[in-house]
């Protein structure tokens, strides 16, 4: 993997981009240029974004090498994935009645099987290479209880260039025992992985505290981790929250203390503002009040509440109340990894409410990495952020194209009227891993070719 570490490591030289480009200003606002230019540094780092009229104007073009790109090509920034399942990959689309008895059946069988060091890293390398290949360039990523397993996953990001947020899994109780370890040396094992990884790599490389659930974690293991993120605050901390009844009925027997799900985490200090919590569906107003003031992040994963049937995340409530909060594929829960079809899925799980294309296009960029608060360093084209973004195609998808190869809805009446919303519009209820041509990780090709 030495090859991808040297190329990844190693000044660049500086390119001028010209196509078309599209970003997320803020939650409200995108921004369009149909001839526009992504300048990137020897660093990686954005030097400008703008038309590219503009850009000659202002005489910011010398010292960069200019790459013209396929006429149809759209950059956008890079996909953030706030939740998603490294060992689920192999099990994805495995049906079953609910989330208590699918983990029992599918997934603690598939998790064990990292016990081998050499399917951890067939698979590593498989999962990591296809988050490239779908535009994901961020995850917050799951993993499993192995030591091993958890090195391999860590080597494997930092080797293909992904930009990540994870940790071991920890889990000491109701659990196949394959899985299980005491709880003082999963803690021991945790803080001995968080010291050698998190911040590699000038900080693309983040790790997190993340036990899997309350159901899995004895009151010693959430006591110890919360001393952890005393210890650690720069550290984050990754974990469910209320995705099911069942799961909440388990929860409330086994913690009869608490007041509900939300107050198990409060009591240990688990919730900080660098708190990623999945799913959320079934929380009070109450509940939701407590996450907003701890400054806790939530991660709304749709394929994944359709496929386990597991309720209707309250996207209104969350934007009205202005929550951090991303969009997660939850593979393998969620059956596929591309983010196109999580927005479409956000869309379609509200349905009795139109939710605008912009707030679906923020939450899969800027907003995903403002939910980490990594909003200053990844998210948009915004000058001095690093330069992780997509060559799209989009008539990389057959189905987007007219006969004859011209393209069709994308291209219609909205792009000459320069509306992000018609530009959205298609690649939100028709995207998929088809369109994305190539991407890159501060300012580095991880995968594809631009075509340029
Ligand atoms: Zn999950």
């Known amino acids: 993997m030495s090859e991808f570490l040297n190329r990844l490591d190693a000044p660049i030289s500086p390119r001028a981009y010209r196509g078309r480009v599209l970003h997320a200003l803020n939650a409200e606002e995108s921004c369009y240029w149909q001839?526009?230019?992504?300048?990137?540094?020897?660093?990686?780092?954005?030097?400008?974004?703008?038309?590219?009229?503009?850009?000659?104007?202002?005489?910011?073009?010398?010292?960069f090498e200019v790459v013209s790109l396929p006429p149809n090509a759209l950059m956008v920034p890079g996909f953030v994935d706030l939740h998603v399942h490294l060992p689920q990959m192999e099990v994805a689309g495995c049906q079953e009645a609910n989330l208590l008895s699918w983990l029992e059946r599918h997934i603690f069988s598939a998790e064990a099987r990292f016990a081998d060091a050499a399917h951890a890293q067939a698979v590593s390398r498989w999962?990591?290479?296809?988050?490239?290949?779908?535009?994901?360039?961020?995850a917050a990523v799951f993993l499993t209880s192995h030591n091993d397993a958890t090195r391999i996953a860590f080597e494997t990001a930092l080797a293909l260039g992904n930009r990540v947020v994870m940790g071991q899994n920890l889990m000491d109780v109701n659990a196949p025992d394959a899985l299980l370890k005491p709880a003082p040396q999963m803690l021991a094992e945790t803080e001995a992985h968080c010291e050698q990884w998190h911040g590699r790599d000038r900080g693309r490389i983040q790790y997190a505290w993340m036990p899997r659930f309350a159901i899995t974690s004895s009151?010693?293991?959430?006591?110890?981790?919360?001393?952890?993120?005393?210890?650690y605050p720069d550290v984050y901390l990754h974990t469910h929250l209320s995705e099911q009844l069942g799961e909440i009925e388990a929860v409330r027997a086994q913690f009869p203390w608490a007041t509900d799900y939300t107050d198990v985490y409060q009591r240990f200090g688990l919730l900080a503002p660098k708190t990623i919590l999945a799913h959320g569906i079934h929380l009070s107003d109450d509940e939701l009040g407590r996450i907003h003031v701890a400054e806790s992040a939530l991660a709304h994963c749709p394929c994944s509440n359709f496929f386990l049937k597991s309720g209707r995340f309250r996207l209104l409530d969350v934007l009205a109340r202005r929550l951090r909060f991303g969009l997660g594929s939850d593979v393998g829960a969620g059956p596929e990894l591309s983010m196109f079809k999580v927005m479409k899925d956000a869309q379609f799980m509200q349905a009795d409410a139109l939710v605008s294309l912009q707030s679906l296009f923020y939450a899969a960029t800027l907003g995903g990495a403002r939910a980490l608060l990594q909003e200053d360093r990844i998210g948009n084209f915004e000058p001095g952020k690093e330069a992780d973004f997509l060559v799209l195609d989009p008539l990389?998808?057959?189905?987007?194209?007219?006969?004859?190869?011209e393209a069709g809805s994308l291209d219609a009446?909205?792009?000459?009227?320069?509306?992000?919303?018609?530009?959205?519009?298609?690649?939100v209820y028709m995207g998929d891993e088809r369109l994305v041509r190539a991407t890159y990780v501060r300012g580095r090709n991880v995968y594809g070719n631009s075509g340029a």
């Open 396 to 405: 990389g998808k057959s189905c987007m194209a007219l006969p004859g190869g």
């Open 413 to 427: 009446q909205s792009v000459a009227q320069n509306d992000p919303e018609g530009i959205l519009s298609p690649l």
């Open 219 to 231: 009151e010693a293991l959430l006591a110890g981790i919360g001393q952890l993120r005393q210890k």
């Open 127 to 138: 999962f990591f290479g296809e988050l490239l290949k779908n535009g994901t360039t961020t």
């Open 35 to 63: 001839d526009g230019g992504l300048l990137v540094d020897s660093e990686g780092r954005i030097a400008a974004c703008n038309d590219w009229a503009a850009l000659e104007k202002s005489n910011r073009l010398g010292g």
